[in-house]
């Protein structure tokens, strides 16, 4: 049997950093902690090591398809494969950036969005049978989705939404900003909550893709971690280690285990989201 190998992105601190620190502890086989920046990569490692974790290195980037595709090539030639995937990483702009809107939703769903999408297209040829997915996402999504035009609204509801057209539906939010009528076209003027929508609708989007294929068991599911203080984040009232534990046992959930799958989940609970749920539930922090 191949050594099992774990990858958590953006982890160099915060949830990321409390996920690896679970999964070193938890998860049998090793524990990439991934992070775009080497040197703080590499003093969250040696972080850890001084609580007697060995969680090993790698960099990545998840805006840079080279940087995502050295770590595929990596994966590939020093374990054959990949068992638990955990897509982390992501960037908020502060609620009082002065930041255009224009740029925040671009570069937000640049990577929040498109950079777990190019890290998901890249890995999943690898996963092997029994990998479990997890996509880190926010209530944020959610409220955002539960505040948005109806028309919009059941094109992200849809059981039925394929790849492309969700692809379409993020680069039309960017789109309708830059042309300076998102609100008349039902956006609200979100882009870390619409970014992180779009990560809950593509967690079911790669379920039901994945159920035609040929691999078993493969479990793919979204969560939101809670509040969480971190530096995203400084009001939260969570620590980091109590965020890690949807997206810790999402990453563990056992062989066969059958279910959750394509769900979004919060305090390891599905929050029903589609047209098909046992009806909305917009799960508000307020
Ligand atoms: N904190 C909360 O209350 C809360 C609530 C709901 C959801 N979440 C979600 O939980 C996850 C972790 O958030 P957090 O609170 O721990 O935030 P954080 O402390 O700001 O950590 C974010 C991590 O993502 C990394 N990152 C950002 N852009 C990246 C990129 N292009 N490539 C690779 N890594 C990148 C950051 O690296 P650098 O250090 O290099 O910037 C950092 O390691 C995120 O997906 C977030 O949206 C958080």
Known sequence: MPKEVAVVTGANKGIGLAIVRALCKDFDGDVYLTARDVGRGQQAVQDLEKENLHPKFHQLDITSKESIGKLKDFLEKNFGGLDVLVN??????????????????EVTVACNFFGTLDVCDALFPVLRPH?????????????TLGKMGKELVSKFRSSTLIRSELIALMNQFVRDVKA??????????????????GVIALTAVQARTMAGDSREDILINSCCPG?????????????????????????????????PQGEFLGEKKVIPWLIDGAGMNYNTYE
């Open 227 to 259: 509040l969480v203080a971190t530096d995203m984040n400084p009001k939260g009232t969570k620590t980091p280690d109590q965020g890690a534990e949807t997206p810790v046992h999402l990453a563990l959930l056992p062989v066969n285990a059958g279910k």
């Open 88 to 105: 982390n990483a992501a960037i908020a702009y502060k609620v009082n950036s002065t930041a255009p809107f224009t740029e925040q939703a």
């Open 180 to 197: 300076g009528n998102h609100e008349a076209e039902g956006w609200l003027t979100r882009a870390y909550g619409t970014s992180k929508l």
């Open 131 to 143: 990998s479990r997915v997890v996509n880190v996402a926010s209530r944020r999504g959610t409220i």
